[in-house]
């Protein structure tokens, strides 16, 4: 249990998993925003609120372009600040009992090695279990299988087949397979026991490939691109 929270850790704590909660986050607020600029009352009720902790009126053509800047965010850069995607480690809580309850093996390089990255655990499905709404169920889908390096020649290999050996060896393609997946998943940075022209050409292939999170529906047409801001300096 305590190597599952551990998994669980490396899963949500990357920077790739804060990334992702600082893009949905600063998404929610332009949504939020988008949704009071659009509904004339609304967006009248809140001015109201503003103008009376201020204690005076706002000016109507400041007041229009601030509606007109919430229903179309695309001009801004939106910053969410390191603190607010700590909240990404809260997944960890449901996710470590996922992973102890899966089928762990042991899966050994017959020939080549494995890499890792800055994205290390990475969850692989059945392509036709998912839908282009509901997803595909994260963890709980029953193809799912979930791979973490713990060696160049060894992976830990977790799955809800309850046949999978404890140990098995696997083919030079199938370890080209798993490298494929953890260089299509990482954020920035591969890593490997040795410097080798093929990881070379795998980090040239997949460097545009960052996992991402997007929202779809109701919403302002083109939103504001996010980041992870700095820290504040404090001032002396």
Known sequence: MSFAQFLALMYVRTPAMRRMCAEVHGRGVQIHNYAYASDPQAFEALTRRVEQEKGEPIDP???????????DPSGYELAISKERTLSALIASDKLTPLLFKMKW??????DGFFITSDNPLVREVDPKTRHAIYGDHGFLNKTAEVTFPLSPRIVLLLSWQEEALELGVIEPKHVEFMNKARAAHSDRYLYAHLHDKHIEQLAAE??????NMTTEGFGPDKFAPIKVARRMRARP
């Open 206 to 211: 997949f460097k545009d490939s960052r996992p």
């Open 61 to 71: 053509k400041i007041k229009e372009e601030i509606r007109r800047r919430m229903l």
């Open 105 to 110: 093996s042991l899966v050994v390089a017959g």
